[in-house]
């Protein structure tokens, strides 16, 4: 039972590595891929370049602006409430 299961690993092992060995002498050679070409990536836009519109209108929803609060003496924000009319 012994000498079975030692030829029966011995088996399995040179088989293994001389279907390794086959299959990478028998390969087709690899064909070389075509380069990247290089290019640039996009540049975000600056803030001179964004709608104004639209950060005015960010700035004005924001809770913590004067133009948005109500009852805020000192202009802090710290005694700010949101307007009732917004």
């Known amino acids: 039972m012994r000498k079975i ?4 690993s011995g088996a399995l092992v040179f088989g293994l590595a ?3 060995a086959w299959s990478t002498m028998t390969a087709p050679v690899p064909r070389p891929h075509a380069p990247i070409k290089p290019g640039f990536a996009p540049i975000p836009a600056s803030p ?3 709608p104004a519109a639209l950060d005015e209108e960010w700035t004005n929803r924001s809770a913590d602006t ?5 009852g805020d003496v000192d202009g802090n924000g710290a005694a700010c409430t949101p ?4």
């Open 18 to 20: 001389g279907g390794y």
């Open 5 to 8: 299961l030692i030829l029966a």
């Open 48 to 50: 001179e370049e964004r």
């Open 83 to 86: 307007d009732p009319a917004r």
């Open 66 to 70: 004067p133009a948005s609060c109500t």
